[in-house]
Structure formats: C-alpha cells, structure tokens
C-alpha cells in the first residue's frame, strides 16, 4: 500500500479500469480515453462509432471517488472525447468488466441477449454501460425499496438512458424492452418478444423468469487500492504529461501568465473536451489545463439573488441543482425558471455528454465560437450574469454583453454564470400585481436532444390583468432566440420594447410577429432560413397565443385575487384537445408470432448466436484484432474536385506531419498489377485517381502512419494541388448526363418488361395526370462499424487480409488483380461485419485492397479503420433518382396506364447499378396498372459510384407507386386507400406483371395481410378518431395511412461445408456473411435439424456442439455476395445439403451399431465414424432451380403520425406491420430485422439528409448533421405480427425472406404523413389561404421538419391571426 501511494506521489497517471490498475508515466495530452483503451488494454468493448460524441458506442462509466465523504460518484461519459490525463485516480468500467464470457455474463448481457436486442453488435456494449450508469446512479437513490429483482430503476429512465446511443440495426424496441425489464415500474406483461419466457405462459411470466439482477452483488466500480491512492492526493507530473491541474486561481493565473511568456507553446483550456466532438481541431496542443479543480469554477451556490453555476460545473450537476433548487426555497416564479432550464438542458447532447461537457465550456463555445448553444439561449432569457477572469481583472456582466464581445482570448477565464432569483426581476417591474411566465423551445429533429436545433428560444414575461377591461398587460419580457444560423444567441429587444407596456391582443401579436420575423434573419449560408424564422413566429405565438386567448376563454376569473408572483401558470394547461395521449417516448408494442415445431428447432426464435459475447464486447470485429508488430496505419486523402488533374499531393509544412511514412498511389501498383479497387461481375472501378479525378471524394493517396490518429490528421492535413485548365465541366446532374448522352447500358438480360399497351390502357381512361414529377436523395448506410481491413503480408508474395465485407470472393479477386498475384495469393477472411445494410458490398473493397497494396509494398502489416467523415465521403450510397410519370386513370380511382421516365444516378461507374431498374420495377409493380410502361435511364455523373443500400431500387420503387396513388386520389379528393384498394393485383393480373414469380395462387397472400392488418390496426375505427380530432385541433393534425409492399427476391447459389470433428462438434462454413442478420444462427438450427435425421441420444443441447466460423476464401470459394434477404436461406439449404450427405454416410454405421446397443449417443457415433475411416466433412453447392429461385414477399403496415403545425416535426404514434414470413426460420431474428428494417425506411423517408456541395462532395459528414432514427424518433406503439403463410415446398423450408422488404413498408408513415399535411392544408384554406389546387402537392423524401413546415404553411401563424384579427 505505501508502495502505491509512493507512486502516487511521484504524479504519474494512475487509474483502473476493470479493476486493473493502470500506471502511466509519459502521456501525449491529446490522448483520448477511447484510443488508450482500444490500443493499450485488452478492453475493445469501447467501439469507435463517430469520434465526435453522437453515436454512444464508446459509453464507459467512469467512478470518481471523494475521499472526504467516502462516496463513489458514478456516471458516463464517451470515451471517445474524454482525455486520458483527465481520469486521473478515477475507476472507468466497460462492458467487459461488468461480466463476460470468463466470469459469468451480467444480467444486462444476458437480457440484451435474451430480448434478441442486439444484432450486429457494434452498438451493444454502449448501450450496455448507458444502462447501467443510469441502474447504478437509480439504486443510490432514497426511492423505496423494489421488489427482489427489480432495481430502484424507472421505465422512463431506463428508456431515456439509451436516448443518445445509436443503433441501425434493431429500430431500438427490443433494446428498450432490455432495458425497461429491469424498472422496478415495469409491467412485464408489457415486455416484448423474449427468450425468457414462451408464447402462452404470459400469465405466468413473472421477474424470476429472468436472468437475476441482484441488486447486493453488483460490481464495485471504484476499487478499494485507488481508493488508498486518490486519499494520498493524487497529481499528474505535468512536465511528462503535459497536464496541469491549478487547484486555485493564482496556480491558474500563473500558469497562463508563464504559458503567454513562453512563446510558441500552444495552451488549451480544458474541461469535458467535448468541444472537440464539433470543432475537430487538428492542431496540436503543447499544454492542457484542467479547469475541473478550481473551487470557484466548480462551486454551485443558490442565495436569495439566484443561483451561481461553476464554469465547469457539468450540464448534468446544473440539471441536479436546478431540479434541487426548483423544489427549494425559491419563490414559484424562480422555480419555475429553474425547472424549465433544467428541462431544457435535459434536451441538450445525450447523458454520456452532459455527464462530463460543462456549461462554461458551452457558453465560451457560443461566445467564441459561434455554436449553436441551447444553454446561451435559456439563460439570456433567465437575465444570467457571467463572472470572468482576465489576469487579475474580474468582471462581473450580462450574459448578454458577453456574448456580444469579441471572442474571449486565451488568457480569460470564465469563472460562472448566475441565474437570477425572479424576485430580483420584480424588483426591476414593481407593480406587484403580476404574474411571471417563462417557456424554452427548440426545434430539433430529434426531440430528446442528440441534435441540434434549427432554432432555440427562451422567453420570459411578466405580465398583469386588468379586471375591468378582462385584459392581459405586459409588463415586461425577455426574449431570446438562438442557433437559427447567427453568430450567438440575441434578444429580441425591439420586440420586447414593442410588447412592453402593450394589451396583449392579436392584433398586438401580429404586430409582434412582424417584428420577431425582421429579426430572427438567419446569416447567409444557412440552410432553411425562412423555415428557421417561422419557427420564431410559432414558439412566440404558443407563448403569447394562450394569454391572448386566456383573456376571452375565462382564465382570468382564476387569476384575479390571487397574490401575483406565487402563482405561476403553466402552458400546459392550455393544451388543446386531445384523445390519446401519447408519452415521449416508445409506450407499447406487440409481437404476434406462431411457432412451427415441424422442423424443430428450425423455426425455434433461439437467441442470436454469439450475443452476449457481443453485449460484453468480447465479440472481435476487424479493428478488434490486436495490431501485428511493425503494423502501419493507412487513411485515404480523397478528392475534394470532381472533374480536375492533379499536379501533386504533398503536405502545408516541410516536414512529414507527426508520425506519417508514406504517401501509397497509383504510382505504387506493381509492375503486373492493375489499379483496381472494386471488382464485380459487371466491371472494374479503380482504386485511386491517377493523374485525373473523376469525381469528389475519390480517393487519390493512402496516408501511412504509426498510429490510426497519425493517419487521419495526416490525410487532413494533405494539400491536393489540382489543375482546371482546359477541362470540360463536370456532370454532377442526371439532366446534365442525359443531354452529354453519359449513360450507362443496362443489359437486356435484366432489363424489366413493360406490361400492356400504354396507348390503349391511356385511351382508356377518363383522367390523365401527365409529366408529374418526383425526386428522391440519397442515403447513406450509417452501419455503425466504419469500413476497415488488416492486411498482413505472408510468405511467397501472398497477403491474408481481414476485411468487414458483404463479399470476400470479389475482394479477393480485386486484391489479386491490383497486385498483379494469382489469386490463391489472397486469403481474405471476414468473420463479423458490424452492420453492412450493402454499404460493405462493394465499398469495403477498395478499402482492403489499398491496405493490400501498402502492406504488399512496404511488407508489413497495414491497417485502416475508417474515420466516420471519410467513411461518409467515400461510402456514395443509395441511387438518387427523377421520375416524371404520366398516369391514366377511372373515375373510380381505377388506374388504367402508367408511364414513367425515371433518371437514376448510377454516379461515376456502374458497381451494381445495372441491377436497378429492374428493382425499381420489382417493386412498382405491386398495383396493377392496366399498362406499364418506362424508359429507364441510367446516368453516369461525376459522383461517387451509388451501391446496393438496403432495398436498393426496390424502396425507390415501392416509393414511386405509393406516390402516384396518392396523387390519383389527391385529384380525385378521395381517400388514397380506396385508390391503392381497388388496383390491387388479382392473382391473374399478378401472373401478368410477375410471371413466374408470383407463383401458386395460394402463395399471393398480400389481400389477406392488407384485410387481416385492417382489422388488427383497428384501421377503420382509427380513420374516424383521426376526422374528429383534425376538426378540434388547430396546431396539430394527424393522419393514418395503409400501405402494401410486394418484394420479388431470388435465390443465388450459395456454399456450404459440414465438418464433424473427433469430440463431435460441428463446424460449419457458409458462403453468407453475419452481419448482424442472424445468419449464423439460422444455419446453426439448419444444422440441428438436418443432422438430427439421425436419431441419436442426448441431443438436448445439440445446438451448441455447432459452431459457425469466419469466411474464408480459401477454405470455401465461390462465397458470392451476402445480399438481397435470400443468403440466410441459401445458406441453410446448402449446409441442408451438406447433412444431408453426412447422414447417408453415418447411416449405415449407425444401423449397425443399433444393432448392438439400445442407446447410441452422438459422441460414440462420430468416434466409431473416425475408426472406420468415414468422410465426415462433406461441401455443397446449392443452386436454386429455376421455378423456385425466384419468389415474391408480401406486407403491409399502418402508420399514425402527428404533425405540428408551428414546427413542422412529425411524430409517429403508432406503426403496425403484418408480414408474411412464410415459416419463419427463426421467428426472432425475422422480427429483429422486420422492425431494424421499418426503421431503417423511417430514417430515409423522414430524417436522413444525404448531401452534397456544389462540387458534388459529400457535406453531411457525420453524426451532427445525418441523423439517423433514434428511440424518441420510433413510432410510440410498434406492433409487428408474422404471417404465418404455411408449406411452400418450393421454399427452403417453407421460409421466407425478412432482410429488406419490411424497408419499403416505411413508405407508410410518409404517406400518412402527407395525409396529415393534407388537412392542415384543407385548413389553411379554409381560412382562405389556399387555392382550389391546395391538395394536389407533393412532399419530399425526407419529410424533413422544413418540408412539412413549409407544407402546412411557413406563415401559417400569421394567416391564423389575420382571419381572426379580421373577424374582430
Ligand atoms: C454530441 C454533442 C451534442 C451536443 N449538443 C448540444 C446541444 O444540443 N445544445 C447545446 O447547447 N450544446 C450541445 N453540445 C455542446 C456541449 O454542451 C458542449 O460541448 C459542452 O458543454 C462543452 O463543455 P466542455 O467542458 O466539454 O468544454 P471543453 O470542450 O473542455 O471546452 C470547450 C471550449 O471552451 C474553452 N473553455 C472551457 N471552459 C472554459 C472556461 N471556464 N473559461 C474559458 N474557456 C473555457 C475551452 O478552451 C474550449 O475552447 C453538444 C456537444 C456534443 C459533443
Ligand atoms: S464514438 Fe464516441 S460517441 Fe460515437
Ligand atoms: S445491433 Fe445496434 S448497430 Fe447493430
């Protein structure tokens, strides 16, 4: 023990982690938590998702113990931005430490396993330790005792503690249940699909049918020998590390007193770091100080003048002491104010964030940085003063005038901000009879926070009534709006003088408005400005609006006599009628399954195989695999230029930059070899930009470093010089491709057949919409794992690479071509991808081969993993496309013809984009249109090449047709469901426009799903419901709408191999690749079952003697790509095959053994197998037939949205799905990916912005600006039922596939989202605001909070109060 405080003394960087203690005796300041934890321990459950705060997959909780009190504080915080220096004596625990595979998994584990909530993986140890820091900060609560097993944990909390954990897999409903399973307010009846307990016990399903969480025998996150340590007072040596700590003002002013003497020496202020999460700076810092052990800047202090925050006060700590104060002594008013602030920051960033990013840092970045702070906001509308410090000079100001300065220089110290108690503001207003109202707001695409907002606002009003006159007088206001595109957060001044001393009338408010409208003026460059000022307009008429309307509706009677300040009234009283209310977050859901024991344990919903491996984190993916010795570390530098030569690549300074070897380009191919990157059967895309580019983001170097940081910061700091000159524009538009003829062929073999004849089926019809038009964006894959490889060089001019890819077969073959090696030279091995959705199809390709290329130059191991912005850059994503369409239609809604002329953008080579137009049609073809015809383009533009994102084409048109019915309707004034209703597909006229894909009558199941899904959804009931409560809501409309989806796959051949080893334990190779999509487990049960034709004894854990183990090109060739939702299935019936042969050959041994004993076991079996010399490993290669190969999946889904009118954001309420799984393989798995899917399709059809620059480069470059679903973003109620479809021989048994085609069902909550829009419209009009053409409109994909604004009326607030100032 004396030896450790020794130590400790001495100031080195002593922590734990785990457990374990670290000691570190030199440390680069910049060091992150993440990248210590990831290169130099054997802790990899910490993944690096974004690098920038946004995605939680690197959640660690990180315990501080106080020696004084003797208490542990715990909480989390992302490892990805938290400097190493800064934990110093503290006790970080990861996944891995709260259990694993060696000492027994935790609970959390085993019912993230159990509720099927993890499917790739990659996000599920941060979601794990976001749990538990939320069950371990519960259980120290004074909250009564819960029942044994239970935590003090509640519902809401459990949900909200994954609020800012991403996850692109699940859709996040098993992972709440997970999660809310362990509340102690939980109703286990409501728990989702688990393992736990089965179908029909529900009455019995109780909290001891789950794993035990035993709330004495938790792990102790801070151990006692840092406890010794942290009491010997622990301080790092600031030379080595480049750490200071100042433990008072004059240690901190000296400090940057000498660092301002000693020129040249770079300095950062520093608290929680997360600042760098958005300003991602590069430049090196030679010194950080730490601000955290200042008391004056750590202090909370709450006096009858307000309440004092510490600079570096964490937003969490503020919260606490707000929600603390706002129950304390503070006059109502104050508490108020306080509530509705900590309220506010609740919204801000996700916990892992707020845990450690503090207020002063926030505010110094909105003071000098200009970010768009919520906090700025809030507390100018609270009147907040700050404390700064500049040498010896306090001053004590406005938040306001802080604000308005220039930015704070590098000797200024914010020490707090105070808010003040509102008596003091009484005291400014003393007219005694008055009230006190203060409301916050933001627009957000997400609403619990992990998004900034388009803009934020805080106001503050003091106001009284005049009993005569029933009037409300404003006495005084503080308005403040922030993040709409300005430099810092303002005050409406001009509007406040205006109001001040001002009867609250609409004719005042629309005076008001105008004002608000002339000064929230977003600066240039900002993206939906008007969108952003009228959401001022709206969040300052829902203030003013319901005092206005409180004078006329009576709430006065309430108000007079009451003694003014104490009593406060709160805006929800005014909400306006509603019938179901619906909470925050995920309410409900429910999953209706049925079993098929026939071919047990196919059908079985078993758990995902390796799942809690993957909740502990243990699971390796690529960039788990520890580096070989001597391993470089690559990092593209891509082409910001779409169409330009390039001069040279060198870099701004003389010298490499810190840790950089080489530059590896096309120069650097072999003799022999080609410079290809990507290779597929329909050509070749090369690796890098030779002396041209051919669009932005191509890749034209690969940066070699000694470290992974070394490699991005040298790629950022690369300098491409390019030339112009004398080079044609480039085609960065489809119209542009079409009239410069740059088309890609598509090959007649796959090109789709028009249906009919569209001049007759025109003729037809009694209506005709003609040359409609429809856009649609891009997206991108957000798999959660970037794209990565190791490459290793072995003997004899060969390379082992390890990639995550959908395809090893083709990386193979393009590494070898690059190298100019055969290809038995390369070994590409893929055991788990996290998360490919197609991005890791192709794209991952040229990502391994530059690795391959490197290593083979230099001979040493060469490793990437992709940083997110590259990633982003690089990936190119789903096919963006233009549709014009002509369509001919009944009067009855009966579409007679369909023309469309559809430009897709293939981007610069073709990748799989030839497979499109036939997707497209595919899934268009759902409704019969009388005749179908189309032109189809496919343009190359100089953009990234587009690849196969999940349902690529097939969403798009599924989309398309959806799109065209509506409209129909819309031009008819009917509802679009009796529209898509009567063009539904008899069997005959699906014969027609399927062929052989339609199969037996029997099998065209997609009538029962859409009457059965009418039923289930109470679809009519709810139709009624939403009329009414459209005709009581002014500021809210809702609308339901019922969509089909048809989905034609085909079955590609795929390998298997069944090996049975010595012991018996079975090992099987497959062609597909586990993305997460549960392949491994469906072929392990395929396994069971088809071995299991040999009766045998024992056999009651069979499933675990089988292990499914990493694709590798050598060992099975002929892999293929795993895509397109049939690889599980081809899978399994290969290794069918397999055991098939298998048996034939342990029949005979089995018969004859039978004959000398009753009871054969397993084990006894294969051993008499080896002693007779049977071949006990058999290859397959499946080839599906030409009549089955081929077959079309049918679902449906009902979606309810909410749309508000002030600011545009939707809200889905409920979503249900009925789809037809045939005989499901594995129930589970096929739910997971039917929800994972929906959600996936929400994300594209409501929130993910795909972007480009003006130079066609990818400006979405990460977690703040593409926003992928999260838990608040769900539908509330998620219902899923499978359709059990029964026996279909042509199947592989019976199944069907799950993977993408419950993607397209989404399209169902843009559909009702545009009926809600609808009715806001018939609204607007009403008020005579629109024309007679106010229906037919189109809304864009994504329904993006600006679009559906913009819809329902960026001035519908003033169009709402001009009518009623008029009808005055
Ligand atoms: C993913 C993510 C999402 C976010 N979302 C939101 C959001 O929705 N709304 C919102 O308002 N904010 C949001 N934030 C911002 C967040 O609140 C800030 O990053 C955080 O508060 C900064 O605190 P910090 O301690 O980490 O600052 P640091 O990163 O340590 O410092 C930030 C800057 O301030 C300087 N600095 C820090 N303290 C002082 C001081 N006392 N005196 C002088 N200079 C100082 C530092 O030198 C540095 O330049 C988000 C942040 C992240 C990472
Ligand atoms: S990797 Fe840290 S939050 Fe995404
Ligand atoms: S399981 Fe969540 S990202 Fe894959």
Known sequence: MEEESEMAKKGHLVF???????????????????????????????????????????????????????????????????????????????????????????????????????????????????????????????????????????????????????????????????????????????????????????????????????????????????????????????????????????????????????????????????????????????RYIDLRYIPELSMIRGDHTGIEIGASVTISKAIEALREESKGEFISASKLVFKKIADHMEKVAAKFIRNIGSIGGNLVMAQGKHFPSDIATILLAAGSFVHIINGVIHEKLTLEEFLERPPLDSKSVLISVRIPNCGSIKDVYPEGDSKLFFETYRAAPRPLGNALPYLNAAFLAEVSCSKSSNGIMMNSCQLAFGAFGTKHAIRARKVEEFLTGNWLTNAVLCEAIKLVKATVVPDDGTSDPAYRSSLAVGFLFDFLGQLVDSSSNGWLKGYSGISMLEDVISKEKYDNLDHVKYPTLLSSSKQVIELNKEYHPIGEPITKSGSALQASGEAVYVDDIPSPGNCLYGSFIYSTKPFARIKGIGFNSKSLPDGVTALVSFKDIPKGGQNIGLLL????????????????????????????????????????????????????????????????????????????DFSKGIAEADHKILSAKIKLGSQYYFYMENQTALAVPDEDNCMVVYSSIQCPEYAQAAIAKCLGVPEHNVRVLTRRVGGGFGGKVTKSMPVATACALAAHKYQRPVRISMNRKTDMIMAGGRHPMKITYSVGFKSNGKITALYLDILIDAGISLDISPMMPKAVVGALKKYNWGALSFDIKLCKTNLSSKSAMRGPGDLQGSYIAEAIIEQVASFLSVDADSVRAINFHTYDSLKLFYDVSAGDPLEYTLTSIWDKLATSACFNQRTQMIKEFNRYNIWKKRGISRIPCVYDVSMRPTPGKVSILHDGSIVVEVGGIELGQGLWTKVKQMAAFALSSIKYDGDADFLDKIRVIQADTLSLIQGGITAGSTTSESSCEAVRLCCEVLVERLMPLKERLQMQTDSIRWEMLIQKAYLEAVNLSVNSFFIPDFASKQYLNYGAAVSEVEVDLLTGQTTILRSDILYDCGQSLNPAVDLGQIEGAFVQGIGFFMLEEYTTNSDGLVDTEGTWTYKIPTIDTIPKQLNVALLHSGRNPKRVLSSKASGEPPLLLAASVHCATKAAISEARKQLHSWGCLDGSHLTFQVGVPATMPIVKELCGLDVVERYLQCKVGRN
């Open 681 to 756: 059967s329909f050509g070749p895309e090369r690796l890098f930009a030779d002396e041209l580019t051919q669009y932005a983001g191509e890749p034209v170097a690969f940066v070699l470093a000694d470290s992974q940081k070394h490699a991005d910061v040298g790629a950022k700091l690369a300098v491409v010089d390019y030339d112009l000159e004398n080079l044609e524009s480039p085609i960065l538009t489809v119209e542009e491709a079409v009239e410069r003829s740059s088309l890609f062929e598509i090959p007649p073999v796959i090109c789709p057949k028009q249906v009919g």
């Open 16 to 286: 734990a982690a785990n457990g374990q203690r670290f000691e570190l005796f030199t440390v680069d300041p910049s060091m992150t938590l993440l990248e210590f934890l990831r290169t130099q321990t054997p802790f990899k459950s910490v993944k690096l998702g974004c690098g920038e705060g946004g995605c939680g997959a690197c959640t660690v909780l990180l315990s501080k113990h106080d020696p004084l009190l003797d208490q542990v504080e715990d909480f989390t915080a992302s490892s990805c931005l938290t400097l190493l220096c800064s934990i110093n004596g503290c006790s970080i625990t990861t996944s891995e430490g709260l259990g694993n595979s060696k000492v027994g998994f935790h609970s959390i584990h085993k019912r993230f396993s159990g509720f099927h909530a993890s499917q790739c993986g990659f996000c599920t140890p941060g979601m794990c330790m976001s749990l538990f820091g939320a069950l371990v900060n519960a259980e120290k609560t004074d909250r009564p005792e819960p029942s044994p097993g239970y935590s003090k944990l509640t519902v809401l909390e459990a949900e909200k503690a994954i609020a800012g954990n991403l996850c692109r897999c699940t859709g996040y409903r098993p992972i709440a249940d997970a999660c809310k399973s362990f509340a102690s307010d939980v109703d286990m009846e409501d728990l989702g699909f688990n393992s736990f307990w089965k179908k029909g016990e529900r009455h019995e399903v109780n909290i001891s049918g789950l794993p035990l969480y035993n709330r004495n025998h938790e792990i102790c996150t801070f151990p006692a020998f840092l406890k010794r340590e942290v009491k010997a007072s622990m301080l790092i040596d600031s030379k080595r590390c480049s750490w200071n700590q100042p433990s008072s003002f004059q240690e901190l002013q000296g400090l940057l007193k000498s660092y301002d003497a000693n020129n040249g020496v770079r300095m950062k202020l520093v608290v929680g770091n997360t600042g760098m999460g958005y300003y991602k700076e590069v430049e090196h810092y030679d």
